[in-house]
């Protein structure tokens, strides 16, 4: 069956970096685009990046462009979000998730799921 993992949350001041990763198996990675979404607490679910299948397209959130990078490595399998210049505002669980559609908003609106790594950043 379809597992995402993700990795790599943590608490970290504000204008710092993480690396979030999420190991992906149980399908042929490399044949699916992939994305990134985020709940911050008491909002709703936000589709912050994407990227095709081959990595050469990828798309971002107007509220992340800039600073998050978004990549992946078939040959491990494995999706990877790089978060710079970290704002309070981007605190959230974020997960990684497979054939989303183009809007987020309710769970429905991706087939699979990771379980959510969490991200906080202090002021």
């Known amino acids: 069956q379809v597992q995402l993992v993700e990795s790599g949350g943590g608490l970290v001041q504000a204008g710092g970096s993480l690396r979030l990763s999420c190991e992906a198996s149980g399908f042929t990675f490399s044949s699916y685009g992939m994305y990134w979404v985020r709940q911050a607490p008491g909002k709703g679910l936000e589709l912050v990046s994407y990227?095709?299948?081959?990595?050469?397209?990828?798309g971002y959130a107007d509220s992340v462009k800039g600073r998050f990078t978004i990549s992946r490595d078939n040959a491990k399998n494995t999706l990877y979000l790089e978060m710079n210049g970290l704002k309070p505002e981007d605190t959230a669980l974020y997960y990684c998730?497979?054939?989303?559609?183009?809007?987020?908003?309710?769970?429905?609106?991706?087939?699979?799921w990771g379980q959510g790594t969490q991200v906080t950043v202090s002021s």
């Open positions: 990227i095709t299948s081959g990595g050469f397209r990828t």
């Open positions: 998730a497979k054939q989303c559609a183009s809007v987020v908003r309710t769970t429905q609106d991706c087939v699979d």
